[in-house]
């Protein structure tokens, strides 16, 4: 599915350089739960970022599901992303403006769902976070868990090949991550590839297999035992 | 453009940021208020300036006499130059075809008394063709005509206020009027499209009777004239310069007197006023267009503003797919609806201003103003020209914003 090789990436800050990511080589199948973990600072979100195509890579080459991601226009990065990838975030990055329902049913719009299609199957991926009957309160109105649940469900509403999560429990305490874990998990059995960044031991252990990213190299890859969040919840 | 979704999605923007949406459109309607208001009292200045030469053909012009200024072919300065009857064939011959009506003018104060009722008025003598050069409106009877000017008969032709001031029950047409102690027949009553109040309170009579009644003399204080309506401008001022130099000629004034001869062409006059509120019109267009540009700039900094705080917004937009175009689409037609928005209700407020107290205002100077369909027309037209400059620049920022910068957390 997803397919890097020796990938490069440093920011530019005055005249200094600061590389980031020293030679990344990794491949993921088809349905796998993966976390990408690693201290504070040693690359996993630039990482993520340049799998979600929301930055470029200095060098090295990066295919998706057979398409080779290179040099792409800003429009073509958009459908892109669209097409293949779902996001979720630390911050959620909800429209506070939109309400459940709406937020979940964005990326839709931006596929040219129509707008009957697009409320039933917005409808349908909340009820799957179990929110249906939060469907009309605006972000504000729910609580982190929520709004992480709303987020994933505005992800996996655009059906997407990838799910990208950065940090999705980062700013939720225990129970509640183990809750979002759940629902990631359940996604996966589903049969959808998914990358998680974190840097909580638990949260990786619940995933199949830790990449251990230090000072812009992958130090360590491993398939895990996977712990099943459900049993916290 | 016609996609129910993004009107949904600016409505929705416009219902959630009203704050920002009322800043933005206040000053486009500010600007447009004040715009329609300038035309307004521009159109009201012209309405006030023409309306009170209503009563006069517009092609007319009066002669008067003076003193001359220079020494000429043989006089001393200071000669009194006194128009009479001749003078009145003398220029109807030499332009017969230019000449449409012409009458010679005699004014004098009146003292009037119809039985016990007084007032002092205007008596102005003149020929039956005064009728079409003033425009005078008889309203009952008829106007001086050959008849009376062959006979020097004592009649007399009074404007509708004076009948108002000495009549209280009586039928003034058919009376006799005491004129400075004479007493003329009333034989028509009349009335005056101008302003001027005053115009009602003249008594027509004929110049014959009124030379007779003054010492047999020839005397006129005045000649007043058409000319051939079909004349242009150029024309027309062409043609007073004619007669200006044929009467100097006559009298044997210098052509570059003054004082002497003085022609007064309306054409002349209703051209000044017509470049003076036309000039008011250019005047008021660019400070409009100057107050509409600060408030274009204002939208745009508003914009720029609003791009701001919907930067994490707009990440989130593009990092679900939306592609850089439905951004610019999604900014631009929010400034433009709301230019548009804003820029009709000032518009509205300003046309409902000037149509509720227009009609109302009706002084010499100023008289209903109001704007016409093509400045409504356009000022609708600026308006979306500049919604739509006023949004650019911000929206092409807004579809620029890198996703990881507008996401970064920091
Ligand atoms: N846009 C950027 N410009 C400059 N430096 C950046 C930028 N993004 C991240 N960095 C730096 O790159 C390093 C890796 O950042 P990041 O990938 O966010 O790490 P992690 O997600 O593992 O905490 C950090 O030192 C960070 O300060
Ligand atoms: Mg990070």
Redesign the pocket.
């Known amino acids: 599915m997803i397919e890097i090789k020796d990938l490069h990436k440093s ?3 005055g005249s200094n350089s ?1 590389h ?1 990511l020293k030679g990344i080589n990794f491949t993921v199948e088809d349905g796998e739960l993966v976390a990408i973990m ?12 340049i799998l979600g195509m929301l ?1 470029g890579a200095d060098s090295g080459e990066y295919t998706l599901d057979g398409v080779p991601i290179k040099n792409l226009s800003e429009t073509k990065a958009a459908e892109y992303r669209n097409k293949f990838l779902g996001f979720v975030f630390q911050s959620f990055n909800l429209i506070n403006y939109k309400s459940a329902l709406e937020n979940v049913a964005l990326p839709l719009y931006y596929q040219k769902v129509p707008r009957k299609e697009r409320q039933e199957k917005a409808m349908q991926y909340l009820d799957r976070v179990g929110l249906k009957p939060w469907a009309n309160h605006l972000p504000s109105e729910l609580s982190g868990g929520q709004k992480q649940r709303v987020a994933i469900a505005r992800a996996m509403a655009a059906e997407p090949k990838v799910l990208l999560a ?2 999705p429990t980062g700013a939720l305490d225990s129970t509640t991550s183990y809750e979002v874990m759940d629902l990631i998990q359940k996604i996966n059995d589903d049969g959808n590839t998914i990358l998680v ?1 974190t ?1 909580e031991e638990d949260i990786a252990h619940m995933c199949k297999r830790i990449v251990h ?1 230090k000072d812009g190299i992958i130090v360590e890859d491993k398939k895990i035992e996977q712990v099943r969040a459900g049993q916290y919840v | 453009m016609f996609d129910r979704d993004i009107w949904q999605e600016i409505f929705h923007s416009i219902k959630n940021n009203k704050l920002r949406t009322f800043l933005t459109g206040f000053s486009v309607a500010w600007a447009i208020f004040i715009l329609v208001m300038l035309l307004g009292s521009v159109n009201g200045m012209k309405n006030g300036f023409t309306g009170q030469f209503a009563d006069d053909a517009n092609n007319s012009i009066i002669i008067r006499t003076g003193s001359t200024s220079i020494a000429y072919a043989g006089f001393e300065a200071d000669r009194r130059i006194q128009l009479r009857n001749d003078d009145v064939e003398y220029i109807s011959k030499s332009f017969p075809k230019d000449v449409e009506y012409i009458t010679p003018i005699m004014n004098k104060g009146a003292s009037t008394r119809y039985k016990s009722e007084t007032g002092s008025y205007t008596i102005r003598a003149v020929n039956p063709e005064h009728l079409f050069i003033d425009k005078t409106k008889i309203t009952e009877g008829r106007y001086i005509n050959d008849n009376d000017l062959y006979k020097s008969a004592k009649v007399a032709v009074i404007g509708k206020r004076i009948v108002e001031d000495l009549y209280k029950k009586d039928s003034a047409l058919g009376s006799f009027l005491e004129v400075n102690g004479l007493p003329f027949k009333v034989v028509g009553i009349f009335e005056e499209d101008g302003r001027d109040d005053n115009a009602e309170r003249t008594i027509f009579a004929p110049i014959t009777t009124m030379q007779r009644i003054y010492g047999q003399t020839d005397e006129v204080n005045q000649i007043s004239l058409t000319y051939n309506p079909n004349f242009d401008l150029t024309e027309a001022l062409n043609f007073s310069e004619r007669i200006e130099n044929l009467l100097k000629r006559r009298h044997k004034v210098a052509p570059d007197d003054q004082a002497a001869v003085r022609v007064f062409n309306y054409a002349q006059f209703f051209s000044d006023i017509s470049n003076f509120t036309s000039g008011m019109g250019m005047m008021s267009i660019i400070v409009g267009a100057l107050i509409l540009l600060a408030g274009v700039v204002g939208i745009g900094n508003i914009m720029v503003f609003i791009i701001k705080e919907r930067t994490k917004e707009i990440g989130v937009r593009k990092a679900l797919g939306a592609k850089p175009w439905q951004i610019i689409k999604l900014v631009l037609l929010e400034s433009v609806f709301t230019t548009v928005l804003a820029g009709f209700l000032g518009m509205l407020f300003a046309s409902l201003i000037l149509a509720a107290i227009g009609p109302n205002i009706d002084t010499p100077a100023f008289s209903n103003p109001s704007v016409s369909i093509s400045t409504v027309l356009t000022a609708t037209i600026i308006l979306v020209v500049s919604g739509v400059l006023a949004g650019l620049i911000p929206s092409i920022k807004a579809a620029n914003v890198k996703p ?2 507008a996401l ?1 957390d920091k």
Do not use: R
């Not at chain 1, 201290?39 to 970022?49: A, C, E, I, Q």
């Open positions: 920011y530019k800050m600061l980031v690693g201290s504070s600072g040693s690359g996993k979100s630039t990482l993520l970022n930055d950065d940090e960044v840097h990213l | 990881i910068v970064s």
